[in-house]
């Protein structure tokens, strides 16, 4: 059964430093997302992509955050700096199309400490 | 904006108790909702849906029902097990197809 792939699976970094995470959707989803999921909440986007294009990043912290999605498959998150707010566990998720009926698949995550 | 509400956990039941966890909803139209599943250190897992009112998602002997009525989407099971020990997380996706999450229920079911 294809899978949304992830990684790392963790990170410890200090504050101030940089950090990165990658995703690989299902093979032929053109939709990808980026979740936030802080300690006992549920997630929270943070970023959707329509093949290489962003539709929405309303809720991306864009001084500190950025994401891309260069050729429309694979997916990078990056932190710069990290601040001690932004430990949680980020999620990737994908689907066939934007659409009313597609489900997303979630992988399993990178869990993010700052220190 | 769209929200989703969630009884607060823990709930604790004993194995082959009968489980149920609410879920209300607030959203402009008619959203589809889902119930997704969160074990110990993994990623969520699709675990029932529904698109449109009176329809019903079961699956893995879990069921839950769109009442637009009550803005409900209530999860069911029957007979719980130890291994459904998990974080459950009610959601609704909105008109521009991203999901709005619960805060999550967590499940703790003892032998």
């Known amino acids: 059964e294809a899978e949304v792939a992830q990684s790392p699976r963790y990170k410890i970094t200090e504050k101030s430093q940089a950090v990165a995470f990658w995703c690989d959707p299902i093979?032929?989803?053109?939709?990808l997302y980026w979740y936030r999921q802080i300690l006992g909440q549920g997630p929270e986007l943070l970023v959707q992509?329509?093949?290489?294009?962003?539709?929405?990043d309303s809720q991306l912290p864009k001084d500190r955050f950025s994401a891309e999605r260069l050729k429309g498959v694979d997916s990078t998150l990056k932190i710069q700096p990290a601040e001690l707010g932004d430990s949680a566990m980020y999620l990737c998720?994908?689907?066939?199309?934007?659409?009313?009926?597609?489900?997303?698949?979630f992988g399993p995550g990178t869990r993010l400490t700052v220190l | 904006g769209d929200s989703v509400t969630q009884m607060e956990g823990p709930v604790t039941l004993s194995e082959e108790a009968f489980l149920t966890i609410n879920c209300t909803y607030t959203a402009t139209g008619y959203p589809s909702l889902f119930w997704y599943v969160q074990y110990p250190g993994e990623g969520l897992q699709l675990l029932l849906k529904?698109?449109?009112?009176?329809d019903k998602g079961s699956n893995k002997g879990f069921e839950a029902t769109y009442r637009k009525e009550t803005t409900s989407f209530h999860l069911e099971k029957g007979s719980v097990q130890v291994s459904d020990s998990a974080v459950y997380f009610c959601?609704?996706?909105?008109?521009?197809?991203?999901?709005?999450f619960g805060s999550g229920t967590r499940l703790l079911v003892r032998p």
């Open positions: 529904a698109t449109k009112a009176d």
């Open positions: 093979s032929g989803h053109a939709t």
């Open positions: 959601a609704l996706r909105d008109s521009s197809y991203k999901l709005i």
């Open positions: 998720a994908s689907s066939l199309q934007q659409s009313g009926t597609d489900t997303q698949y």
């Open positions: 992509f329509q093949d290489e294009s962003v539709v929405d």
